[in-house]
């Protein structure tokens, strides 16, 4: 017959006598309890041999627990398959430590370095980031902003940095940190931590004029629901503005994506203007598709045509010949957006509009 320890909690670790020698879980619980019903804390307490409120600071105050029985909770959690009800917790303390990121397309891969700084930063702080695409469209990024909030997250990351008025007034009503990110915005609804969109293209211009490029071209995708493309298209201007050079509107092009994109704008602007000697692509995959455009049809580069981009993807430091462009800093865009809303959290300051630039460079390469 085994002898019965008493269940007393010894207020140190949280392990109640006799449980705290063995630190071995007990067996045969499943992940639901009888009846299919849900896995309760209560039943993590039980698995484990600790108290309700053991259980609770491992989940949510962990560092108030030795590292011994946090990770005896942590492991019964996983193997009875416990999931912590966070709307419930969520209610009860109006905020959640789930960060929200909304981004204008999960298939487009520049954005994939800026969620990957952001996640990782969080990550470490024992927080989450749920993602969502708008799909280039405002009004869903509305519906989605409306979404995160009603989950209570504790945070948003935009890459939008223009919105509907309504979700301007929502993200305000909310009071919680949120951080722009897709260009240096004038004037944020909180912080922007980006680069000038408007100052890369004005610079990489600037660049190709100083190679003795004398006709420069530029496309980029259609600027009608695109702020980040209609700020490129200004600072082209700008830069052609500042070297006393007239606007030739038969050298601007607004297309859709793509490698097809870029093979025909790069076709229809040779032909439209014959002394075209410099095409800058506000956009990599665009600059990539007029370089295979033009391998087809031998037109040497840069010999008879010299082509700049605008991202720095790795494919650009493969072709043949290697494309110059832009370096932008993404991953750092996502670490320190994270890290700005970590810190305003624990400061639980009011809300200072912030905008933190975190430049680019220009990267030459045989393109140009």
């Keep these: ?60 105050e962990p560092e108030r627990l ?19 009800n966070h709307i419930a917790s969520n209610l009860a303390s109006a905020r959640s430590n789930v960060v929200g ?10 954005y994939s370095h800026s969620i990957k700084g952001c996640a990782d930063v969080l990550r470490a702080a024992g927080m989450q980031l749920l993602l969502a695409d708008s799909g280039y469209s405002l009004e869903e990024e509305e519906a989605l902003i409306d979404a995160f909030i009603a989950q209570r997250v504790c945070g948003l990351v935009l890459h939008n940095t223009v919105h509907t008025p309504r979700a301007a007034q929502v993200i305000r009503a909310a009071g919680i940190p949120i951080v722009e990110t897709g260009d240096l915005a004038r004037t944020p609804l909180d912080m922007a931590i980006s ?3 408007y100052a890369a ?3 990489m211009t600037l660049y ?27 600072g082209y201007h700008a830069a052609l503005a500042a070297l006393g050079r007239e606007r030739n509107p038969a050298l601007v092009r607004e297309v859709e994506g793509g490698l097809t994109s870029g093979a025909h704008a790069l ?13 800058f692509f506000a956009g990599d995959v665009l600059a990539i598709g007029a370089l295979f455009e033009a391998q087809r049809r031998n037109w040497k580069v840069p010999e008879r045509i010299a082509i700049a981009g605008f991202d720095d993807l790795d494919i650009l430091r493969h072709t043949v010949p290697r494309l110059t462009c832009l370096n932008l800093p993404r991953l750092e865009i996502g670490r320190r957006s994270a890290e700005a ?28």
């Excluded at 484990?48 to 949510?60: D, E, F, G, Y």
């Excluded at 990121?101 to 520049?110: A, D, G, K």
């Excluded at 076709?267 to 095409?279: E, K, L, N």
């Excluded at 809303?341 to 140009?368: H, K, Y």
């Design 66 to 84: 030795s590292e011994e029985t946090r990770k005896l909770v942590l492991d019964t959690v996983r193997r009875i398959g416990y999931v912590p």
């Design 208 to 234: 190709l004029a100083g190679r003795g490029y004398r006709s420069i071209g530029f496309v980029c995708l259609t600027t009608r629901n695109n702020m980040r493309a209609r700020e490129r298209l200004k």
């Design 267 to 279: 076709v229809d602007m040779m032909q439209r203007v014959q002394d075209v000697d410099a095409i």
């Design 1 to 60: 017959m085994k002898k019965r320890v008493a269940a007393v909690d010894d207020g140190k670790t949280g392990l109640k006598s006799g449980a705290k020698a063995a630190l071995k879980p007990a067996v045969g619980t499943g992940k639901t309890r009888t009846g299919g019903q849900a896995v309760r804390m209560i039943d993590v307490a039980k698995a484990a041999n600790v108290s309700l409120m053991t259980v609770s600071r491992a989940l949510n």
């Design 201 to 203: 293209a004005r610079e």
């Design 101 to 110: 990121q909304i981004v204008p397309s999960i298939q487009n891969s520049l």
């Design 195 to 197: 680069y000038s969109n």
């Design 341 to 368: 809303l970590l810190q305003r959290l624990r400061s639980n300051e009011p809300a200072v509009p912030t905008r933190l630039d975190l430049g680019f460079e220009i990267i030459q390469r045989e393109s140009t």
